[in-house]
């Protein structure tokens, strides 16, 4: 089986995070890079299934600046067998559908039985592409999971929903993401670190995709504007103090929605 892993580098969460109010885009070098956690529990997952079944290959897959490499590697430290890395100037600022485009057509070219990826990354948090790269795989997609198993030719899962929780299930190909339900992922070893260093990375651009980012026809969201969040208006005190009785109901009275 070759399971493909979707990993997105994303500025570090206990950092700053910054937008780039001239392109609209994220400030990248607000904030240390990291493979982002929630994709960390993808591959955990996807090793699980490989350590259980002998020929399985897990295959990671990111479309990313070529700064990505160190964080594409904490992958390959962890146990993935190789990865495949799309960089191309015209991905910068990528909306979901272009993204989805790429993606698909990287997972297309590679093989795979199963693509498992976050539900939602943590920079964009648009948490539409493993919909989306189903899609144009015309493949079944089972998203939103809180538990996985994974078999030869099938895989299913828990979704929790309103009031309960829903079981579902699916043949072989097919997409699934994951929650942070799943399990933490696994810590590189030292014998990880370094094989890492030895496992292949390949690299690719749209052109060896054949897609064409500046194809007038292909629909494609831009950014109008974008401003910072505007500061927040200091609240009206009441001291313990005084009246506070009737200044809290004066408060009460001038602000009521009724």
């Given at each position: 089986?070759?399971?493909?892993?979707?990993?997105?580098?994303?500025?570090?969460?206990?950092?700053?995070?910054?937008?780039?109010?001239?392109?609209?885009?994220?400030?990248?070098?607000?904030?240390?890079?990291?493979?982002?956690?929630?994709?960390?529990?993808?591959?955990?997952?996807?090793?699980?299934?490989?350590?259980?079944?002998?020929?399985?290959?897990?295959?990671?897959?990111?479309?990313?600046?070529?700064?990505?490499?160190?964080?594409i590697r904490k992958g390959l430290a962890m146990?993935?067998?190789?990865?495949?890395?799309?960089?191309?100037?015209?991905?910068?600022?990528?909306?979901?559908?272009?993204?989805?485009?790429?993606?698909?057509?990287?997972?297309?070219?590679?093989?795979?039985?199963?693509?498992?990826?976050?539900?939602?990354?943590?920079?964009?948090?648009?948490?539409?592409?493993?919909?989306?790269?189903?899609?144009?795989?015309?493949?079944?997609?089972?998203?939103?999971?809180?538990?996985?198993?994974?078999?030869?030719?099938?895989?299913?899962?828990?979704?929790?929903?309103?009031?309960?929780?829903?079981?579902?299930?699916?043949?072989?190909?097919?997409?699934?993401?994951?929650?942070?339900?799943?399990?933490?992922?696994?810590?590189?070893?030292f014998k990880g670190i370094v094989a890492a260093?030895?496992?292949?990375?390949?690299?690719?651009?749209?052109?060896?995709?054949?897609?064409?980012?500046?194809?007038?026809?292909?629909?494609?969201?831009?950014?109008?504007?974008?401003?910072?969040?505007?500061?927040?208006?200091?609240?009206?005190?009441?001291?313990?103090?005084?009246n506070v009785g009737e200044q809290l109901a004066?408060?009460?009275?001038?602000?009521?929605?009724?």
């Amino acid at each position: 089986m070759k399971i493909v892993v979707l990993v997105k580098e994303v500025p570090d969460t206990y950092g700053d995070r910054k937008l780039n109010l001239e392109t609209g885009l994220a400030d990248r070098g607000a904030s240390e890079a990291v493979l982002d956690e929630i994709n960390e529990r993808s591959v955990e997952v996807a090793l699980s299934y490989a350590e259980t079944e002998s020929g399985t290959e897990v295959v990671l897959v990111s479309v990313a600046p070529p700064s990505a490499t160190a964080t594409i590697r904490k992958g390959l430290a962890m146990g993935a067998h190789r990865a495949v890395h799309v960089e191309d100037e015209a991905l910068l600022g990528a909306d979901l559908r272009l993204t989805a485009e790429t993606l698909a057509a990287v997972t297309k070219r590679i093989g795979f039985d199963l693509i498992i990826a976050g539900n939602s990354s943590t920079d964009g948090s648009g948490g539409m592409i493993p919909a989306l790269v189903a899609e144009l795989l015309d493949v079944p997609h089972a998203t939103g999971l809180s538990s996985v198993m994974v078999s030869p030719g099938a895989v299913s899962g828990s979704r929790p929903i309103e009031g309960g929780v829903d079981q579902v299930s699916t043949t072989l190909p097919a997409v699934i993401s994951i929650t942070e339900a799943l399990p933490d992922a696994r810590f590189p070893n030292f014998k990880g670190i370094v094989a890492a260093k030895k496992k292949p990375i390949e690299k690719l651009s749209l052109a060896d995709l054949g897609i064409n980012a500046e194809d007038p026809k292909a629909a494609r969201s831009i950014m109008l504007a974008v401003s910072e969040r505007p500061t927040r208006a200091a609240g009206i005190k009441i001291f313990a103090e005084g009246n506070v009785g009737e200044q809290l109901a004066d408060f009460l009275t001038q602000n009521s929605l009724t």
